[in-house]
């Protein structure tokens, strides 16, 4: 059972606008989640983080939105450039769970010039 | 460089061999990680270490998957008997102990290809 969803696969926004992305999740015991990116053969690498007490976490273009209620957060770039062209990682862990991940499949994001 | 460092990058075996995979953390990092990551797919926690202790291990390492950090150090992921379904992106991530918010730092992950 997938407990961390990215319902889509891809996504392409012009260079300029806002990308939004997004992630699922069943686990109520998650109170931890992060964004991961990924570029080709490289390791992922790590974005933004938010914790459950809060909704809210921003780190320059990096913003990521957490609704509890409906387990589901998401990740907006504004502006979007072209580097931001990579494979985005949805992540979610728990105290006591040694912080291991648990990752969704992935979006792949497309900046297009 | 102070990253995680994963070596080798790219292995190619034939089935039935045995293959051997290091991982050398951030120096500080308590904690290391083994992950897998198949095609299409996000990564899959495999194994843990809290300095040389093996803490947890998921029911994806079969039996035939064997995981050390001697020292506390770098760790080793030796899969033996490889099958064709091993082939997949092996990632090492390390992290500190601090507590809840510590992020997991990846290295490149090695690649292995069973022919």
């Known amino acids: 059972d997938q407990q961390v969803k990215q319902n889509s696969p891809s996504l392409s926004v012009q260079e300029g606008r806002i990308s939004i992305l997004n992630c699922d999740y069943t686990?109520?015991?998650?109170?931890?989640f992060l964004w991961y990116k990924k570029y080709p053969a490289e390791g992922p690498t790590f974005l933004i983080s938010?914790?459950?007490?809060?909704d809210k976490n921003e780190d320059g273009r990096f913003t990521v939105f957490l609704n509890k209620s409906a387990k589901h957060l998401s990740l907006h770039i504004v502006p979007s450039q072209p580097g931001d062209s990579a494979v985005y990682f949805c992540a979610a862990d728990y105290w006591g769970s040694a912080r291991q991940l648990t990752f969704g499949s992935g979006t792949q994001l497309t900046v297009l010039p | 460089d102070t990253g995680v460092s994963q070596n080798p990058r790219h292995k190619i075996t034939k089935r039935g061999q045995n293959v051997t995979f290091r991982c050398d953390p951030i120096s500080e990092h308590n904690r290391l990680y083994w992950y897998r990551q198949t095609l299409g797919q996000g990564p899959e926690f495999l194994t843990y270490?809290?300095?040389?202790?093996?803490?947890?291990k998921s029911r994806l390492l079969s039996d035939r998957f064997s995981a050390e950090r001697p020292k506390g150090s770098f760790s080793t992921l030796e899969i033996q008997r490889t099958e064709q379904g091993d082939s997949a992106m092996y990632l090492c991530a390390s992290s500190s102990i601090l507590g809840p918010g510590t992020e997991a730092f990846f290295g490149q992950g090695t690649r292995l290809t069973v022919v």
């Open positions: 938010i914790s459950s007490i809060k």
């Open positions: 686990n109520s015991m998650f109170d931890y």
């Open positions: 270490f809290q300095n040389e202790a093996q803490l947890e």
